[in-house]
């Protein structure tokens, strides 16, 4: 399996659909579990490519495992206005994707709840 993942993922935050359509295989298809979305790769390329926004991000961490690549990263629009992070784990046949699913979440503070408990701390205050 050889995939260019860092090229990959810039594709997706620059929104090429000529770049992307070469990472998968004619048939692919992906997963959004977190808005109970299936695509087929035209329809995600057309989600990914007409989403409104400039966008930037870093790939935080790439892991391969046999055919399958899992990513993290945190993805925002150019003007800093938001922040998101997400998982995604890609099948590779051939060297090109075969499915990916994708989880996604909204950044922001910990729920009222968990800091009326006076539990944790920011990540950017851990030494790891």
Known sequence: MMMDIQAFF???LVQDAQALHAFFHED????????NEHFTLEEYIRA???????????LERATVSGDEI???CR????????SFHAVSFLQ???????????YWADDGPAPA????????????????
């Open 10 to 12: 810039h594709a997706v």
């Open 28 to 35: 692919a298809w992906v997963n959004w579990p977190c808005t």
């Open 48 to 58: 990914n490519c007409e989403y409104p926004g400039d966008w930037d991000g870093e």
């Open 70 to 72: 899992i990513m993290a």
């Open 75 to 82: 993805v925002y629009p150019r003007d800093h206005s938001a």
């Open 92 to 102: 590779i046949r051939d060297g090109r994707i075969a499915s990916m699913t994708e």
């Open 113 to 128: 709840w968990r800091q009326e408990m006076h539990i944790g701390r920011p990540l950017n205050e851990v030494a790891e």
